[in-house]
């Protein structure tokens, strides 16, 4: 089982990424998946989730109404679209299968090996 998240860098403050976690060894249409993300000297928090059922989305406040996640079944890929971004926004993103949708308490399953996303002028 293998997740493969990539599309971090740097970017200036008020630009957009597009992080992707390619997965192979499983199915990510048969989970519940998400991102994380770990900036220093902090813990890893969730990010936002999208359920495998219904594809209901959920989104930490940080982030709602700048990032968008989505899954692409037949690509067995998902993907996190950041826009607006800030300086705070800076850490290690994860992907993730995910125990619950709930953005506190979520717990990962299979892990992504994390892409950095610098937001810095």
């Known amino acids: 089982v293998q997740l493969q998240a990539s599309g971090g860098g740097l970017v200036q403050p008020g630009g957009s990424l597009r992080l992707s976690c390619a997965a192979s060894?499983?199915?990510?249409?048969?989970?519940?998946i998400g991102w994380f993300r770990q900036a220093p000297g902090k813990e890893r928090e969730g990010v936002s989730c999208?359920?495998?059922?219904?594809?209901?989305?959920y989104y930490a406040d940080s982030v709602k109404g700048r990032f968008t996640i989505s899954r692409d079944n037949a690509k067995n890929t998902m993907y996190l679209q950041m826009n607006s971004l800030k300086p705070e926004d800076t850490a290690v993103y994860y992907c993730?299968?995910?125990?619950?949708?709930?953005?506190?308490?979520?717990?990962?399953?299979?892990w992504g090996q994390g892409t950095l996303v610098t937001v810095s002028s």
């Open positions: 993730a299968t995910v125990s619950s949708l709930r953005i506190t308490t979520m717990r990962g399953g299979y």
């Open positions: 999208i359920s495998n059922s219904d594809d209901s989305t």
């Open positions: 060894g499983l199915t990510l249409a048969y989970y519940n």
